[in-house]
């Protein structure tokens, strides 16, 4: 009876889990296909999901390799490369940018005891949390001010908005996690604080920076209102770039299919190969 | 734990950069939302709280919060039982694959929120979208899917918890894993059933990481942008719009600073409450 009923509920877990992986995996079928499909099976009235001519034109009009196969307002002058060079760009910038703000903090933080220190966690740790629209409206006019609107660094500094407390919140634990005695000893052995810091600690960490780096690289390229709101034309990333696809008229969706593949890829090839990290990342970051 | 005054050089970089994206554009916001300044004119007077005053007086205000909040506390429900059905449905011992399993879910979450959302729009289409395909040969009809109000943020909600449930799978998944099997097997000794031992052990234990990832979702999903952003921009109508879109739409559509400034400080006020929640639950666990 027991063994039936068990056999039972293992079916049920395996129908439940086959539809919910089938919601999750049928749009980026379709997306996949939408970008392969020709012009005209894509706004066939009835939507094909197996039978069609599968082709690259698309992505060969994306980047303007050859004379443009397709049609539309877009053809011949989509600066995609560009978006998608611009988010190449920041992207590693900005992740680097936090590990040298947020590691020291992250560090202090965990290791040190000073009056204040939860109440420091807490301003950092809810920038995470807070709407930044709040700080986007006036840094609009600012960043005007300053010159930094559309530009690199623009970006590059407004995304530590995230970054940084996401960096502290996932080294801290980290940190905390590294026993104190063995910088103790290194300090017995002669060490200087520099010395315990980048030879001892931080290597230890390593697995920690390295989830943190992932995370943060994910974050900055998935970023989207930071750059809609304090980057114009010029210095677009990829992730607003490709609404341009997007008119009031009508939507190129065939062009838009085929940049959306290719901006989805990088977070999802790293996630895919630093999975180990990202649940240890998310749920340090979020349980610890 | 160590003691030095010196510690304060750890956060100084940080922290100057902070000042300056983060407390000083803060600051002005408060100000702003005090004045009637345009983006389009230079001159602006200070009006102290009548943009708040106008803001709880006009109707349309009390539906984007209610909606804001039907978005997000439906939105974080959802996610949250959904979260935890598939965390314990991946948990039981016999199921196969696990590995492909957790890869294969995670995905939706590590997608650019943009390009989830663009994936649906795409599937929602009225005349040639797969959906309303599927609902014909199933002899069913067509759905409006963001074309009409309650269809809309329904639709626009499914988004939202296609891109977060796996965060919420996977912490809870986390949660579940680190509960020691030898409590279950003197519970199953004393002859509990499966019900049982969650009911008793698994969600007692798990409580904690729920109630937290309960309230990460919600503050985020309060803020949640791109989902209704590029499905919908709020409408039909109305029907989508919550605080944190006509915030923006206020500044980059009307150019009302200061009225959008008013928009963002009352979502800035609950989002604030929800985080101070937080850091107490994390502090106690």
């Known amino acids: ?22 919601i999750v995996l049928f749009p980026f079928y379709w997306i996949f296909i939408t970008s392969i499909k020709t012009e005209k099976d894509v706004i066939a009235y009835i939507p094909k999901f197996f039978r069609f001519e599968a082709t690259l034109e698309n992505y060969a009009d994306l980047f303007q390799i050859g004379a443009p196969k397709t049609t539309g307002e877009f053809i011949g002058k989509t600066p995609f490369l560009d978006y998608l060079l611009n988010s190449l760009k920041v992207v590693p910038a900005a992740v680097g940018f936090s590990l040298l703000l947020g590691i020291p903090a992250a560090y202090a933080l965990a290791r040190y005891r000073f009056p204040g220190k939860e109440k420091l966690a807490f ?8 709407p930044p629209i709040i700080v986007l409206l006036p840094l609009y006019t600012i960043y005007q001010k300053f010159g930094l609107y559309d530009t690199y660094l623009g970006l590059i500094l407004i995304l530590q908005l995230v970054n940084v407390p996401l960096t502290i919140l996932v080294m801290r634990g980290f940190f905390a996690e590294l026993p104190v005695e063995i910088e103790e000893s290194a300090v017995i052995d002669g060490c200087n604080f520099w010395q315990v810091l980048t030879k001892i600690s931080i290597p230890l960490a390593a697995p920690g920076i390295t989830a943190t780096a992932f995370l943060t690289t994910v974050f900055s390229w998935n970023n989207f209102l930071f750059a809609l709101m304090l980057v114009g034309t010029e210095k677009m990333p990829v992730t607003v770039g490709m609404l341009s696809f997007q ?11 085929s940049a959306a593949i290719i901006a989805a890829l990088p977070p999802l090839v790293l996630a895919f190969l630093f999975q180990k990290y990202l649940v240890r990342g998310l749920t340090l970051g979020a349980i610890k | 734990m160590y003691k030095n005054r010196r510690v304060i050089l750890f956060f100084i970089p940080s922290l100057s950069l902070f000042a300056f ?3 000083y554009p803060f600051g002005y916001a408060v100000y702003l939302s005090l004045t009637d300044a345009t983006l389009i004119s230079p001159t602006y007077s200070f009006i102290w709280f009548r943009n708040y005053v106008k803001m709880f007086l006009g109707a349309d205000f009390w539906v984007y919060v209610k909606t804001t909040f039907i978005y997000s506390f439906g939105v974080t429900f959802i996610e949250l039982f959904l979260g935890l059905a598939l965390a314990l449905a991946l948990n039981v011992t016999e199921v196969r694959g696990k590995k492909v399993l957790r890869s294969l879910m995670l995905l939706p979450l590590m997608l650019p929120p943009v390009i989830g959302t663009l994936m649906w729009t795409t599937i929602y289409e009225p005349e040639r979208g797969p959906l309303n395909f599927i609902l014909s040969q199933l002899g069913l009809r067509p759905i409006s899917w963001l074309g009409r109000p309650v269809e809309a943020l329904s639709s626009v909600m499914l988004i939202d918890v296609y891109l977060f449930t796996p965060f919420a799978f996977i912490i809870l998944l986390a949660g579940l894993q680190g509960i020691s099997p030898y409590i279950y097997e003197s519970a199953k ?5 499966s019900w049982n031992l969650f009911r008793h052990i698994s969600l007692p234990i798990l409580n904690p990481t729920l109630m937290l990832v309960f309230l990460i979702r ?11 952003y590029v499905s919908t921009r709020g409408g039909p109508a109305i029907s989508t719009m919550t605080l944190n879109l006509q915030s923006y739409t206020t500044y980059f ?4 600073a200061g009225k959008a400034a008013a928009y963002a400080m009352f979502l800035w006020i609950i989002v604030f409450g929800i985080s101070n929640i937080f850091m107490k639950q994390t502090r106690r666990t």
């Open chain 1, 1 to 22: 009876m027991e063994k039936k009923a068990r056999r039972l509920l293992l079916v049920g877990v395996y129908i439940f889990l086959g539809l919910y992986l089938a």
């Open chain 1, 247 to 257: 008119t009031y008229v009508k939507v190129q969706w065939n062009l838009m299919a």
């Open chain 2, 21 to 23: 994206i983060a407390l």
């Open chain 2, 218 to 228: 919600l503050a985020l999903s309060f803020q949640a942008f791109e989902t209704i």
């Open chain 2, 189 to 193: 000794l004393d002859g509990a059933g």
């Open chain 1, 123 to 130: 301003f950092y740790i809810s920038q995470y949390f807070l």
């Open chain 2, 253 to 256: 559509r009307y150019y009302h």
